[in-house]
């Protein structure tokens, strides 16, 4: 090698080079810590930072101070060793994590990732909530509930704890051949559905039986197989035993709840969460139970709102929540945040873990003490003032299943639960005080409501009123009980003649009572039928309630026209007008036919003992949600002659 002679340096001089390249080393080496250095002091978003730091180490930053892309930090929320940071920063700036702790027993879900869930949306919320506006701690309620945890909860016990076996003694054959054959027309079409789906949108969330693929949608957050979900108990009480284990092992191979996209809190509630409880409750298999509180627990951060009453929609992912766009100045739906008490207690029987009852008791609260306008309950809720938003009040959508949950947390709390009791009754003198009309031809129907003034329409979905009228009539005051059930009569009645109405004999979304029309559209746009359940719904409950044939007779057109208008090559679908004889179809095999239509047609042509209501209440997507004993439970189980399958 060959070395340049500097100036002044002999050629020789080796102890002269070796210091000069000491102090040379000792620059670089400087240089180096100096570069690495401020690379702390970096924005989180600067690819360099990303490479040479760990995540770990840039999670205090990105949240705590608010820097770095939003992105950045949903993804920081998904680990469990980057919630810890979240965790100390969320606790030294309020008491959620601390009034948490002292609330909870022992879960069998981690609880701590509860609560870094729960410190994680609290971040990002005040992250936007404006300074000058600082957010209250929502308000709690401790709620009682009875001494099951979650390592304790004991499936077998739990059954001994109904009055009845599940599935009645012959899983609810009925007696008479002709209802027997109506019966198996209808399990044949569950088959024909499921069987479709299967066949073409496997693992998709819905059918679309004419171009013979699936449907995914937005409203499930990334999560799967909403059909699946839907039918396991279906299946299971139709006795589709082949079906019912290709669904099983679907859960067991491919639900996968760690999705990241944007989800309605209440489709995922009333959907995947019911669906699962139910098919716990009907089969013991730990893995339903499992998941139904995984999924819960993914639900918790849309409720970090300053009152507690949850946003609409929620990234399932990073828990990020917010209202959605369509629903006035940033409201929560009435029907939505209202919808949730059924599911939210069985999560908190299973899991031992108290939030969610008290998640759900808190909207309770606030419910039950803002002011109602003529007792009536709006549909528009902020969920940062809790004041109502807009005087719009329907038993139809935006309202409808709240006032159905108030009747059945009171049944299904094996009639324990006053509030729930009290507000129901109130609400519905105030609905029939206010919203409860007759028409010129004789017919009772529920009008809405717009700040005073009636807008004489019902909608298809507040036909389910029939039923939960009639489910509620035997525990209103003496005097009202054969009132409440004529009423309940009557509503059905109406619902009935929407279908007698049309061509197809089956109901439009919305039908009117002005304008000379009696039970019919006017309008275009309300023409259509998409296989909602909620007419049948209530033809199921009446039949349980009264016997009277006809309910049967009106299930049993329902299944006609069915079959005739909406059967096509590859499953069921809804259609663009139910006055057409030559229909339109709109390519769709809602879950719902599966979950509801089917199921409750099922329950009409089967006898009583099959899912007997004194043992079951059905969440609003009609998954069955056993009643809770409590003192059955707590004595170890004192009916355990009556149950044998
Ligand atoms: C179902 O998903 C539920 O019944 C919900 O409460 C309202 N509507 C659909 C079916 O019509």
């Not at 679907?250 to 944007?262: A, F, I, R, Y």
């Not at 003490?369 to 005087?391: C, D, M, T």
């Not at 809602?590 to 969440?619: I, R």
Request: proline share 4%; charged share 25%.
């Amino acid at each position: 090698m060959v070395f340049r002679k500097l100036p002044g340096v002999s050629a020789s001089g080796m102890g002269l080079r070796l210091s000069q390249k000491f102090v040379f080393l000792l620059f670089l080496s400087g240089l180096v810590t100096l570069c690495f250095g401020a690379l702390f002091f970096l924005p989180d978003s600067v690819r360099l930072k990303r490479i040479f730091l760990s995540k770990t180490d840039t999670q205090p930053v990105t949240v705590g101070s608010g820097s770095g892309s939003e992105n950045d930090a949903k993804e920081h929320l998904k680990r469990p060793k980057d919630q810890e940071h979240l965790r100390g920063i969320t606790s030294a700036k309020g008491e959620t994590s601390t009034k948490l702790k002292t609330l909870s027993r022992k879960p069998s879900v981690s609880h701590e990732a509860t609560e870094e869930r729960l410190a994680g949306g609290k971040a990002q919320e005040e992250l936007t909530l404006p300074r000058s506006k600082p957010e209250p701690a929502p308000e709690r309620v401790t709620s009682s509930i009875h001494g099951v945890n979650s390592d304790t909860f004991n499936y077998n016990k739990f059954k001994r704890c109904l009055l009845r076996a599940p599935l009645g003694r012959e899983h609810g054959k009925p007696s008479d051949p002709r209802t027997e054959e109506r019966r198996d027309k209808v399990k044949e079409m569950m088959k024909f559905a499921w069987d479709n789906y299967k066949r073409y949108a496997w693992g998709k969330n819905e059918l679309r039986p004419l171009t013979r693929n699936g449907h995914i949608g937005n409203m499930f957050g990334g999560l799967r197989g909403a059909s699946i979900i839907d039918s396991l108990d279906t299946l299971y009480i139709m006795g589709l035993t082949e079906e019912y284990n290709d669904a099983k092992e679907w859960v067991q191979t491919s639900l996968d709840l760690n999705s990241n996209g944007e989800a309605s809190l209440f489709e995922v509630n009333i959907r995947y969460v019911g669906g699962l409880l139910s098919a716990y409750y009907l089969t013991g298999e730990e893995l339903y139970k499992r998941r139904a509180v995984e999924l819960g627990e993914k639900l918790l951060p849309a409720f970090n709102t300053p009152t507690g009453i949850p946003r609409g929609v929620i990234n399932l992912g990073s828990g990020t929540s917010w209202s959605w766009g369509w629903a006035s100045a940033g409201s929560s739906i009435l029907a939505e945040f209202g919808t949730l008490h059924l599911e939210f207690v069985h999560l908190t029987e299973l899991s031992g873990n108290p939030i969610y009852t008290e998640k759900v008791m808190n909207i309770r609260k606030l419910l039950n003490k803002i002011e109602k306008p003529h007792g009536l309950y709006p549909n528009f809720l902020s969920p940062v003032s809790g004041n109502w938003v807009q005087h719009h009040v329907s038993i139809g959508g935006l309202g409808d299943s709240f006032y159905e949950y108030l009747i059945k947390s009171y049944l299904m709390s094996d009639k324990t639960d006053e509030d729930a009791k009290k507000m129901y009754y109130s609400a519905l003198e105030a609905i029939e005080a206010n919203l409860v009309q007759k028409s010129p031809g004789g017919l009772t129907y529920m009008a809405e409501w717009r700040g005073g003034i009636l807008d004489h329409k019902m909608g298809h979905l507040a036909c389910f009123s029939g039923g939960m009228v009639g489910i509620g009539a035997d525990d209103g005051a003496p005097e009202k009980r054969q009132h409440y059930l004529d009423l309940a009569a009557e509503i059905t009645h109406t619902c009935h003649e929407s279908y007698t109405r049309s061509a197809t004999k089956l109901g439009p979304e919305a039908f009117r009572f002005d304008g000379g029309a009696e039970a019919t559209a006017t309008r275009l746009s309300d023409r259509y039928y998409i296989l909602r359940p909620e007419v049948i719904e209530s033809y199921m409950y009446m039949w349980r309630l009264t016997h009277d044939p006809k309910y049967r007779e009106w299930g049993w057109e329902a299944v006609e026209a069915l079959e005739q208008h909406c059967r096509v090559d590859s499953g069921f679908s809804g259609i663009r007008d139910v006055y057409a004889t030559a229909v339109g179809h709109d390519n769709m095999q809602q879950s719902f036919f599966l979950s509801e239509t089917l199921k409750y047609l099922y329950l009409l042509f089967s006898d009583d003992d099959l899912l007997p209501l004194e043992d079951w209440v059905f969440n609003t997507e009609a998954h069955p949600l056993p009643v809770v004993r409590k003192s059955c439970l707590q004595d170890g189980g004192t009916q355990d002659k009556t149950v044998s399958e």
